[in-house]
Nanobody
Framework: QVQLVESGGGLVQAGGSLRLSCAASGSIFGLDAMGWFRQAPGKEREFVAQANWSGGSTYYSDSVKGRFTISRDNGKNTLFLQMNSLKPEDTAFYYC??????????????????WGKGTLVTVSS
């Protein structure tokens, strides 16, 4: 099993920055794709960003492209989401996700093997 624990959420003013972390533990060797989703009250869960380790590629939703950056440490134990130029619309619970295989379906929420419990990000205007 794999456990994902998010941290780094909090309150930030619009235009500010925040970095989220996702600590992975357990049988993480086989994981090739990890990413972030978010869900705001009254809204559906939406994809934020993903990365695959074998190919070194990243993919972002249009709403965060150019503002957010996904990355990891060298040991693949921790996933990061650097969020810059934050907007009130970014307010949501952010969830870390992991999959055994990277594919385009990841951003649709398909093929996700593991989910974290989430961390709350609140952006004030």
């Amino acid at each position: 099993q794999v456990q994902l624990v998010e941290s780094g959420g909090g309150l930030v003013q619009a235009g500010g920055s925040l970095r989220l972390s996702c600590a992975a533990s357990g049988s993480i060797f086989g994981l090739d794709a990890m990413g972030w989703f978010r869900q705001a009250p009254g809204k559906e869960r939406e994809f934020v960003a993903q990365a695959n380790w074998s190919g070194g590629s990243t993919y972002y939703s249009d709403s965060v492209k150019g503002r957010f950056t996904i990355s990891r440490d060298n040991g693949k134990n921790t996933l990061f989401l650097q969020m810059n130029s934050l907007k009130p619309e970014d307010t949501a619970f952010y969830y870390c996700a992991a999959a055994l295989w990277y594919s385009s379906s990841f951003r649709h929420g398909n093929g996700i093997n593991y989910w974290g419990k989430g961390t709350l990000v609140t952006v004030s205007s």
